[in-house]
T-cell receptor, first 111, second 117 residues
Framework: DAGVIQSPRHEVTEMGQEVTLRCKPISGHDYLFWYRQTMMRGLELLIYFNNNVPIDDSGMPEDRFSAKMPNASFSTLKIQPSEPRDSAVYFC?????????FGEGSWLTVV | AQKITQTQPGMFVQEKEAVTLDCTYDTSDQSYGLFWYKQPSSGEMIFLIYQGSYDEQNATEGRYSLNFQKARKSANLVISASQLGDSAMYFCAMRVPKDTGRRALTFGSGTRLQVQP
């Protein structure tokens, strides 16, 4: 089992640029979650999908953030335009039964 | 609203000793799940253990056990025979029940454990 796969692992970008983070959930998992981790706010849920449908996006900070899940094996989180305060680790996770498995995270730095 | 509280920002333990990491939770729901995750310095989130609110037995996974006290709303993680590789950040989390439509985890602020040789 390959686990949840995220890319890129690390990204440094300039303020104003578009950032796209990618996630491949574990095959067969029907829930996918995007979390953000910062020192100040800890781990925050941004959005989650069930069977590719967004269920709760109340954690998405603002319109600059968008997420899609075009099929069961792929999701993207996009930030456009990016700002320095978006610097964080972004985790994707997928769920099977009672357990939620996380990817290794995408470390984003916006300068 | 659901809330997870971890009151220990940092803990030290000697190698080979047991350590308990505290977690209390607040929810009005009867059905919920409690989780512990480990985050080493490399950054990944590693699932350790799960306890369902209706589970009568405390969950155990190898050297990890969850001391579940439902009346006190606590779900402490016990690590037996600590190893140097256990040094990491540990997060307690709760999943809200399915009838609210939310399946995501709410996390505590974490406890940083350092195992000393």
């Amino acid at each position: 089992d390959a686990g949840v796969i995220q890319s890129p692992r690390h990204e440094v970008t300039e303020m104003g640029q578009e950032v796209t983070l990618r996630c491949k959930p574990i095959s067969g998992h029907d829930y996918l979650f995007w979390y953000r981790q910062t020192m100040m706010r800890g781990l925050e849920l941004l959005i989650y999908f069930n069977n590719n449908v967004p269920i709760d996006d109340s954690g998405m900070p603002e319109d600059r953030f968008s997420a899609k899940m075009p099929n069961a094996s792929f999701s993207t989180l996009k930030i456009q335009p990016s700002e320095p305060r978006d610097s964080a680790v972004y985790f994707c996770a997928s769920k099977e039964g009672n357990t939620i498995y996380f990817g290794e995270g995408s470390w984003l730095t916006v300068v | 609203a659901q809330k997870i509280t971890q009151t220990q920002p940092g803990m030290f333990v000697q190698e080979k000793e047991a350590v308990t990491l505290d977690c209390t939770y607040d929810t009005s729901d009867q059905s919920y799940g409690l989780f512990w995750y480990k985050q080493p310095s490399s950054g990944e989130m590693i699932f350790l253990i799960y306890q369902g609110s209706y589970d009568e037995q405390n969950a155990t996974e190898g050297r990890y056990s969850l001391n579940f006290q439902k009346a006190r709303k606590s779900a402490n993680l016990v690590i037996s025979a600590s190893q140097l590789g256990d040094s990491a950040m540990y997060f307690c989390a709760m999943r809200v029940p399915k009838d609210t439509g939310r399946r995501a985890l709410t996390f505590g602020s974490g406890t940083r454990l350092q195992v000393q040789p």
